[in-house]
């Protein structure tokens, strides 16, 4: 039962355009949803969250929009940079103070420069 | 600063074999959380240990435990070895047992590939 899915398996973008990563869930008690990016032979970099109150979360190049009602949520990067080609996963917990996070299968974006 | 370190890298044990993977939060670290992931999927949940205590368990059967010791490291024990459990066994540290608004850190992982 994958409750966290990224449709997408890989995603290629030219440098200097906006890369769309997307993520669906199906648990509807998920409350905080975070986005974490991972290099080849590295664990997991934390890029962004956003809790379940707010529908978006700016952090410099990176954005994430949150769509309750579609259970929906979407990492954009702009502008893309070569150095931000990886497998980028999405993740949910179903509170902020709960441990266990639930991950998507990942994205590889590849930024072509 | 050191971040989170694991050991070994990688092993390669043989099915019915045992084996104990190693873990040291960042410093002032006092939450421990392991996860499982395998290939073409993301990470899923194994423990998480807080003050040596458990805190949470993910679907695993009983041939996986844990725990953490006075220093907050953490030892992840697997018993009886199953071609399945081929895996990058990854090591997540927070400050707190809330991970707060950062997210966990991750160490590189233990490449386990049992044969």
């Known amino acids: 039962d994958q409750q966290v899915k990224q449709n997408s398996p890989s995603l290629s973008v030219q440098e200097g355009r906006i890369s769309i990563l997307n993520c669906d869930y199906t648990?509807?008690?998920?409350?905080?949803f975070l986005w974490y990016k991972k290099y080849p032979a590295e664990g997991p970099t934390f890029l962004i969250s956003?809790?379940?109150?707010?529908d978006k979360n700016e952090d410099g190049r990176f954005t994430v929009f949150l769509n309750k009602s579609a259970k929906h949520l979407s990492l954009h990067i702009v502008p893309s940079q070569p150095g931000d080609s990886a497998v980028y996963f999405c993740?949910?917990?179903?509170?902020?103070?709960?441990?266990?996070?639930?991950f998507g299968t990942g994205t590889r974006l590849t930024i072509i420069p | 600063d050191a971040g989170v370190t694991q050991s070994p890298t990688h092993l390669i044990k043989t099915r019915g074999q045992q084996v104990t993977l190693r873990c040291s939060p960042i410093s002032g670290h006092k939450s421990v959380s392991w996860y499982q992931q395998v290939l073409g999927q993301g990470p899923q949940f194994i423990f998480q240990?807080?003050?040596?205590?458990?805190?949470g368990r993910g679907n695993f059967p009983d041939r996986f435990s844990a725990r953490q010791f006075p220093n907050y490291s953490s030892e992840l024990n697997v018993n009886a070895l199953l071609l399945g459990d081929s895996a990058l066994y990854l090591c997540?540290?927070?400050?707190?047992?809330?991970?707060?608004?950062?997210?966990?850190?991750f160490g590189s992982g233990t490449r386990l590939t049992v044969v």
């Open positions: 997540a540290s927070s400050i707190s047992e809330d991970r707060g608004l950062y997210g966990y850190t």
């Open positions: 648990n509807s008690m998920f409350d905080y």
């Open positions: 993740a949910a917990s179903l509170n902020f103070g709960n441990e266990k996070l639930t």
């Open positions: 956003i809790s379940s109150i707010k």
């Open positions: 240990y807080y003050e040596k205590e458990e805190r």
